[in-house]
């Protein structure tokens, strides 16, 4: 069994940046596909990024195309998300999460997740 534990969230302004962890105990998650996920208060948990088990192949949500960069150390177990020119609607919990198989941009086929990390860009 894999354990998740997200960090690096926090207080940043508008404009700001900020790298999100995701570190992976109990066996290592080479061989999974790993995705962010983030849920807002009052919102359903939607898809961020994710990213196949080699890094041959990732995905990302539209509205952070261009500002969110995914990548993954399979030697460290570690995930990460670089958050740049951050906005407020990108206040949310964030969670890590792994999965056999292809990349989806859905929450159900992820197995494992994270207890999430708060990231709140704000003024």
């Known amino acids: 069994q894999v354990q998740l534990v997200e960090s690096g969230g926090g207080l940043v302004q508008p404009g700001g940046s900020l790298r999100l962890s995701c570190a992976a105990s109990?066996?290592?998650?080479?061989?999974?596909?790993m995705g962010w996920f983030r849920q807002a208060p009052g919102k359903e948990r939607e898809f961020v990024a994710a990213?196949?088990?080699?890094?041959?192949?990732?995905n990302y949500k539209d509205s952070v195309k261009g500002r969110f960069t995914i990548s993954r150390d399979n030697a460290k177990n570690v995930m990460y998300l670089q958050m740049n020119s951050l906005k407020p609607e990108d206040t949310a919990v964030y969670y890590c999460?792994?999965?056999?198989?292809?990349?989806?941009?859905?929450?159900?086929?992820?197995?494992?997740w994270g207890q999430g990390t708060q990231v709140t860009v704000s003024s």
């Open positions: 999460a792994l999965r056999v198989g292809t990349i989806r941009v859905v929450t159900t086929p992820y197995t494992n």
């Open positions: 990213i196949s088990w080699s890094s041959g192949e990732v």
């Open positions: 109990g066996r290592t998650f080479s061989g999974y596909t």
